[in-house]
């Protein structure tokens, strides 16, 4: 589905990632994991269309993205939760949510696509009215979440959707993110709860100082001794 060929990306004169390249396969999970600065965000960027990549490529369903800006990425099904939620907070819950559907082919099913966030989210329902900068940060996840849903995504990149979460809400997001991708949709998980995500994910890369230095099944990864040094505590 996606396909990230030999990326190098800049900030300035810093470069961040370095020759990057890794696949996406339809309807899986996959994680990206690594330390803060590895370049994880970064490569999140690049796919959305917000940083431009100086070499290499993005390759979507055989499309190169290059000349594709990243507000027209949403049409091919690419969506964003970013880190931070980045909710408009004196807006409703509803409001938030419905910005959502603005891709042309999310609108005729924005209806059911709301039926399917308030299954998934029924808090969501029960506060349609409130402001979104109200909620508790759990709920504004979820409102995250649920407005990228609304795209209609083909793949859903999370930027740490856990982040600063009780454990009893990164047991609710997690098993979310599995129904999601139960659901038919594609996954590309950025996570800082390495453990969790490698558990969740069927493949997944690691990233350190914007170098792809690992990479298999999830579950294999689990085992391997330089991610259990160096991740994993043990």
Do not use: W
């Amino acid at each position: 589905m996606l396909r990230l060929e030999s990326v190098d990306a800049f900030y300035g004169d810093l470069q961040a990632l370095f020759e990057v390249s890794f696949e996406v396969r339809d309807k899986e999970i996959l994680a990206l994991v690594g330390a803060n600065a590895a370049g994880k965000t970064t490569t999140l960027r690049v796919i959305s269309g917000l940083v431009a990549p100086r070499r290499g490529q993005v390759l979507f369903n055989g499309d190169d993205l290059g000349r594709v800006p990243a507000h027209r990425r949403t049409d091919f099904g690419i969506v964003q939760v970013p880190e931070g939620r980045r909710l408009f907070p004196f807006m409703t819950v509803m409001e938030n949510l419905l910005l959502g559907a603005h891709p042309e082919r999310a609108r005729a099913e924005r209806n059911q696509s709301l039926e399917y966030v308030h299954a998934l989210f029924p808090v969501l329902a029960e506060r349609r009215a409130q402001l979104a900068g109200s909620l508790s940060g759990g709920e504004q996840q979820m409102c995250a979440i649920g407005r990228a849903l609304m795209a209609k995504p083909r793949l859903l990149m999370l930027d740490e959707p856990t982040l600063g979460l009780a454990p009893v809400l990164v047991g609710k997001i997690f098993e979310t993110v599995r129904t999601i991708n139960a659901d038919g949709v594609t996954v590309l998980l950025v996570e800082q709860n390495v453990r969790q995500a490698l558990t969740l994910a069927h493949r997944a890369c690691v990233l350190e100082s914007g170098r792809l230095v690992l990479a298999g099944p999830a579950r294999d990864l689990l085992g391997d001794e330089r991610l259990k040094r160096a991740y994993l505590g043990m």
